[in-house]
C-alpha cells in the first residue's frame, strides 16, 4: 500500500483528481462531482507509466576477484592434500604460480577486473575445472588399480592441467596486450600534444 502512494499511477491520478476538483469549485463539474473526480483520477492512473522493477545489483568484477581469491586459498588447501605424480605435480604447479599472479592485489588484479570474461575463466578454472580434473584423477586412479592396462589416468590430468594453464596464460597475453595499447595511445597522444604546441 505505501508503494502504491509513492507510485507513477497514484501520483498521476491525484494530479488528475486536482483537476477534477478545480473543475468543481469552478462549477463545471456540477452535482456529479465525485463521479467526475474520480474518473480524472482512474484516468491518470491509467494512463501513466507503469512501475519499472530495479535490476538487481551483481557483485561489481572487483568484488567478484575478492570471493575468487578466498577460493583459490580454499582450493589450494585441497590440492595439497591430495597426492599427485610428478609430472601433474609440476604442471600444476606453474598454474598455481600463474594464477597467484594474476589474482594478486595491485595494478594486474586492478586490470584483471576490467575483463569481465577473464574474471569468469578463472572463476570457471579455480571452482570448477581444477577441482574436477584432479577429483577425477583421483576416482579413476582408484578404478586403474582394478583394470590394470588402461591408459593412466595421469595423462589425462597432465593434459587437463596443461590446457589450464595455456588458458591462464591467454589471459595474461590479454592483458599485457591491453597495457601495451594503453602505452602506445599515450605515446601518440603525447606526440600529437608536441606537434600542435
Known amino acids: 500500500m505505501l508503494d502504491y502512494l509513492g507510485s507513477k499511477k ?43 522493477p530495479s535490476a538487481p545489483g551483481f557483485p561489481e568484477p572487483a568484488e567478484q576477484l575478492d570471493e575468487l581469491r578466498v577460493d583459490f586459498d580454499r582450493l589450494r588447501a585441497y ?15 606453474e598454474l598455481d604460480a600463474m594464477l597467484t599472479a594474476l589474482l594478486e592485489p595491485g595494478w594486474v588484479a586492478d586490470a584483471l577486473a576490467t575483463d569481465p570474461e577473464a574474471v569468469h575463466a578463472l572463476s570457471r578454472a579455480i571452482r570448477q ?29 597432465e593434459r587437463q592441467l596443461g590446457v589450464l594453464r595455456t588458458e591462464a596464460e591467454s589471459i595474461a597475453t590479454t592483458l599485457r596486450d591491453q597495457e601495451a595499447r594503453r602505452q602506445e595511445t599515450h605515446t601518440r597522444y603525447l606526440e600529437d600534444r608536441g606537434r600542435s604546441q
Open 129 to 157: 575445472d581444477i577441482p574436477e580434473s584432479v577429483d577425477t584423477y583421483t576416482r579413476t586412479r582408484w578404478w586403474t588399480r582394478l583394470n590394470p592396462g588402461t591408459e593412466p589416468p595421469e595423462r589425462h590430468l
Open 79 to 93: 590440492l595439497a592434500e591430495v597426492d599427485l605424480p610428478p609430472a601433474a605435480a609440476g604442471r600444476l604447479t
Open 10 to 52: 497514484n501520483l498521476a491520478g491525484s494530479a488528475c483528481g486536482l483537476v477534477g476538483l478545480s473543475l468543481t469549485l469552478a462549477g463545471t463539474a456540477g452535482a456529479h462531482w465525485p463521479v467526475v473526480v474520480a474518473g480524472l483520477y482512474g484516468a491518470g492512473a491509467l494512463i501513466a507509466p507503469p512501475e519499472r
